[in-house]
C-alpha cells in the first residue's frame, strides 16, 4: 500500500514536506519521483530521482525544492521551500520501476495550496 502525505495550505514563502511511503517495495530499484497538476494546465514532472541518487528538477522549483529516498524506510520525500501561489497542484508519487523514462502515479495524490 502506498501512503502519500504532506500537503496542505500554506502562504508563500512558507515549506511544506511531502512523503510517499509503501511497504513490499525495493525503493532502490526504481526510479521516483514527484509531479503536479494544477487546474487547467498539464501534468508537469517536478523531480526526478534516479537509482543512483542523481536527481533532476523542473527549471521553476530549482534551489526550492529537494527530492530524497530513504531506501531503508522506503519513503519518498519532497521538500519545498520559498513556496509560491503557482506551486499551487496537486502532487503525485510517480514510480519508473525499470528506469525507461516512464514514470507512473503510485497512490493518491495531495493537494498543495499556496495563498499569496
Known amino acids: 500500500q502506498v501512503q502519500v502525505v504532506g500537503g496542505g495550505t500554506v502562504q508563500a514563502g512558507g515549506s511544506l514536506r511531502l512523503s510517499c511511503a509503501a511497504s513490499?517495495?525495493?525503493?532502490?530499484?526504481?526510479?521516483m519521483g514527484w509531479s503536479r497538476q494544477a487546474p487547467g494546465k498539464e501534468r508537469e514532472r517536478v523531480a526526478t530521482?534516479?537509482?543512483?541518487?542523481?536527481?533532476n528538477y523542473l527549471d521553476s522549483v530549482k534551489g526550492r525544492f529537494t527530492i530524497s529516498k530513504d531506501n531503508a524506510e522506503n519513503t519518498l520525500y519532497l521538500e519545498m521551500h520559498s513556496l509560491k501561489p503557482e506551486d499551487t497542484a496537486m502532487y503525485y508519487c510517480v514510480v519508473d520501476g525499470y528506469c525507461t523514462g516512464r514514470y507512473y502515479d503510485w497512490g493518491q495524490g495531495t493537494q498543495v495550496t499556496v495563498s499569496s
Open positions: 530521482i534516479e537509482r543512483s541518487g542523481a536527481t
Open positions: 513490499g517495495y525495493t525503493f532502490s530499484l526504481y526510479c
